[in-house]
């Protein structure tokens, strides 16, 4: 019998986030590529484009006009996928229909007013006042008594689904929990009624102790591709302090997420020489009003590429039936990302 190797021989793992296993295959990780290869859209943007909806001074799809922002620009979606409307709802008896009516905000953050840039080529400055408008606006939409949620998120690329290459992201704001936070929640709290400690706030030590899977580590944060990951380059940004919430960063910490932030993407788009697509979100404390020292607050990075800046990894066939599953490690793909050069290849 053979003895054990996780580079070479399929495994499952653990992610206590979600209470879910993945199915690593690195030995698939071999096969030659005849799939599908996604079209590497030029990254030669102008720095103002006036048929952008989201440039300063421009009109948008509603008639609003941009004003002539210089940093960062905030306003509700003109394109809602929540209301901020109270309403009246009788739950059917036949829990086959089960349903609830949900409430939210849903606004639109501006990064910056020039249209070429992304995070990875803006400076660490820039990036701070981008999570001081974080911090504004989880701070305004979580003292909204019927808000118990604030989402926080990027799609970057179109690849993921984004029409717009400005950048900017959005932050979401609901009366729910939803599905994949509500997870995490559970595994959080009954980690913590378990053992007493934060389950984040351990693993953040164990990977520090470990290594293996640190991508970059400065004064205040760590980023690391979880032991579990799922997507082939997907990371986690956590602060080394146990931080419930975006606004519990002191101004030390908030450069270090700032930092960190620049270092991850400028490596993803090193990673392939490519302006690198992802959906990037962070988790932090629910906005109930209640103590919640079972939280820390992390950053999802889950970006689709593979093997190339053209392949990507799809979910489907055994994922969408069975559970995730990846070929290359979280181990090698941290030695890659890791070894990836932290100046911007437009830059060299």
């Known amino acids: 019998m053979m003895v054990f190797d996780r580079n070479e021989h399929p495994h499952r793992r653990y992610n206590p986030l979600l209470g879910e296993w993945i199915l690593v295959s690195p030995q698939r990780a071999k096969r030659p590529w005849q799939g599908q290869q996604e079209t590497v859209v030029s990254d030669t943007l102008?720095?103002?484009?006036?048929?952008?909806?989201?440039?300063?001074?421009?009109?948008?799809?509603?008639?609003?006009?941009n004003p002539d922002y210089s940093d960062c620009f905030v306003f509700d979606n003109d394109f809602a996928a929540l209301l901020n409307r109270e309403v009246q709802y009788t739950a059917p008896p036949d829990s086959f229909f089960t349903l609830q009516p949900e409430r939210g905000i849903n606004r639109v953050v501006?990064?910056?007013?020039?249209?070429?840039?992304?995070l990875a080529e803006m400076n660490v400055?820039?990036?701070?006042?981008?999570?001081?408008?974080?911090?504004?606006e989880f701070e305004h939409l979580g003292q909204l008594d019927y808000i118990n949620h604030v989402q926080i998120f990027e799609n970057k690329g179109a690849v993921m689904g984004c029409s717009?290459?400005?950048?900017?992201g959005q932050i979401w704001g609901q009366s729910s929990l939803p599905t994949q936070v509500a997870k995490t929640h559970e595994h959080l709290t009954r980690y913590y009624q378990q053992k007493g400690t934060n389950l984040l706030s351990d693993y953040v030590q164990a990977e520090l102790q470990a290594k293996e899977r640190v991508v970059y580590s400065n004064a205040h944060c760590v980023v690391v591709v979880p032991f579990w990951a799922t997507w082939p380059y997907e990371t986690l940004l956590l602060p080394k302090r146990t931080i419930a919430t975006i606004l519990e960063f002191t101004a030390a910490e908030k450069a270090s997420f700032a930092e960190a932030i620049k270092v991850l993407t400028v490596k993803y788009d090193n990673l392939f020489q490519?302006?690198?697509?992802?959906s990037a979100g962070i988790h932090q404390a629910p906005t109930d009003g209640m103590p919640h020292p079972e939280w820390h607050l992390h950053m999802h990075f889950y970006p689709p590429l593979l093997r190339s800046a053209s392949v990507k990894k799809f979910m489907v066939g055994y994922e969408m039936l069975?559970?995730?599953?990846?070929?290359?490690?979280?181990?090698?793909?941290?030695?890659?990302?890791?070894?990836?050069?932290?100046?911007h290849y437009k830059q060299t």
């Open 46 to 65: 102008p720095s103002h484009d006036p048929s952008c909806y989201l440039c300063a001074g421009n009109t948008r799809a509603n008639g609003e006009i």
């Open 164 to 168: 717009n290459p400005h950048p900017h």
């Open 322 to 343: 069975g559970e995730a599953q990846r070929d290359i490690t979280p181990e090698q793909s941290a030695a890659l990302l890791r070894e990836t050069s932290n100046q």
């Open 274 to 278: 490519t302006p690198f697509p992802y």
């Open 125 to 136: 400055t820039a990036i701070e006042k981008v999570i001081s408008t974080w911090q504004s």
């Open 110 to 118: 501006c990064f910056s007013p020039y249209h070429h840039l992304t």
